[in-house]
């Protein structure tokens, strides 16, 4: 048998760097030395006889045949890990923890109705729940952390059924600014005006016009609904949010929809995708999965669920 000349530790710095566009931002998120990672991917291509990357400045860009080994190493990296999880879920046996990762605009009463529905019916594991914003929810998949995931985009790779279609509305303090020019708030109002935005993921899924208006914007970024809602509270800008995270505010008078002049109201599909190497236990995934979008339907057709333990 062949001995390996290349390890997973090398391809997965490989990763890293292209990823995070350079040596340094991948030194930071290994948490390892720039050093380190700069000789590593020197021995890669020694080893390999192929330049991998191309050195541009302070960025690094990956050549055509580093492309091509770099799909193919990251199927390698998704087996091994997978590998690892299947020996971790034989020796937890039927102690199973179900990982179920959701965007934070996903509505949580309906999450945790199907959650409580699938308890009462008797399905009893152990199970975790993160609320992340739109990038990481899309990188649990692909680190094979999660069973089953909410999303707005599915990853390359994976199979996502459509769940629910939500409305976005941009909102503001009712004494901003921004309500105060007696006509339709356009692109260059935007442009000047602080954007409040969750974690490092910007509303990719809203109207691109929109988007591309409030490009050169000033964003304030925070790390939950909660401190978006908080910071619009004290008359900080304005956020793209989820309908149903302001209803109440929206009622009350204290947040005010903007008068956009074009792209005032958005919607954004919600997919459920399930890890579909889960091997063991599917049964309660499975389980889950159809729960989810049983009230999914019947909160889309305005259906109000009654949930029994009858």
Request: net charge neutral; with cysteine; glycine share 6%.
């Amino acid at each position: 048998m062949k001995n390996f000349r290349i390890s997973l530790k090398q391809w997965r710095m490989l990763h890293a760097v292209v990823d995070c566009g350079g040596f340094a931002g991948a030194a930071q998120f290994l948490n390892i030395s720039q050093s380190a990672i700069s000789y590593t991917i020197a021995k890669l291509q020694e080893q390999l006889g192929v330049q991998l990357l191309r050195v541009e400045g302070r960025k690094a860009r990956i050549t055509e045949q580093g492309l091509l080994l770099l799909e193919r190493s990251r199927h390698l990296i998704r087996e091994a890990l997978e590998l690892e999880e299947f020996a971790e879920q034989i020796g937890r046996g039927n102690d199973m923890n179900m990982r179920i990762v959701a965007d934070h605009h996903f509505p949580d009463d309906l999450l945790m109705s199907a959650m409580r529905e699938f308890l009462l019916q008797g399905c009893m594991v152990n199970m975790s729940l993160s609320e992340v914003n739109a990038d990481l929810a899309g990188q649990a998949l692909l680190n094979k952390t999660a069973d089953l995931v909410i999303c707005d985009q599915v990853p390359s790779g994976f199979l996502g059924d459509p769940l629910l279609d939500v409305e976005y509305v941009a909102v503001a303090h009712r004494d901003h600014a921004l309500f105060k020019m007696d006509r339709p708030v356009c692109a260059d109002d935007l442009e000047r005006t602080v954007q409040v935005s969750i974690s490092s993921a910007f509303e990719h899924n809203k109207t691109r016009d929109t988007k591309r208006s409030a490009k050169r914007a000033l964003h304030w970024q925070v790390s939950s609904v909660d401190s978006a809602i908080a910071a619009l509270q004290e008359g900080i800008g304005y956020a793209w949010l989820a309908k149903h995270q302001v209803e109440k505010l929206l009622e009350q008078g204290s947040l005010k929809e903007l008068p956009l002049s074009q792209g005032r109201i958005c919607r954004t599909t919600f997919y459920l995708v399930r890890n579909h190497l889960q091997l063991m236990h599917r049964s309660h995934i499975d389980k889950l999965a159809e729960t989810l979008h049983s009230l999914a339907l019947m909160h889309s057709t305005g259906v109000k669920a009654v949930i029994t333990s009858g």
